[in-house]
């Protein structure tokens, strides 16, 4: 195989498996970790402080606390996101995880590209490209 014919094979592989998970994955919510998120983001828009609703929690009068396990930055993209767009954060979260999945590798492989070569970027130190 050559060169340029791997490099096809590997990127086909990558946008197949990236369409596999997009397509199997759960679409909203994503999970626990995602609640959390997008509760800090919608508590930020509403009060300014990064809070979430303590996970069991469904009463309407539950009492928000400060949350320090999910760093704000994830977030903040969100609150930034949704209002640029004027969109709810529930429309703007999976566009950004979509966004991810598919820029996420493109940009690993492009940085790692100068510094490791063709075939050890994609994980193939091993094989002769």
């Known amino acids: 195989m050559s060169q340029k014919s791997i490099v096809y094979v590997l990127a086909l592989f990558a946008g197949l498996c990236a369409a596999a998970i997009s397509f199997f994955a759960p679409f909203f919510p994503y999970g626990e970790d995602s609640a959390s998120y997008l509760d800090q983001a919608r508590s930020f828009i509403a ?26 930055g994830y ?47 994609f994980g193939l130190q091993y094989w002769s490209c």
């Not at 809070?51 to 704000?72: L, N």
């Not at 996420?104 to 590209?113: A, D, G, Y």
């Open 47 to 72: 009060r300014g402080v990064f809070e979430k609703t303590p996970f069991g929690t469904w009463a309407a009068d539950v009492v928000y606390v400060p949350d320090k396990t999910f760093p704000p």
């Open 75 to 121: 977030p903040l993209l969100i609150v930034v996101s949704s209002m640029l767009l004027q969109l709810p954060v529930e429309v703007i979260a999976p566009f950004l995880s979509l966004g991810a999945l598919i820029l996420l590798p493109i940009v690993i492989v492009f940085s790692f590209h100068r510094v490791l070569g063709l075939c050890p970027r």
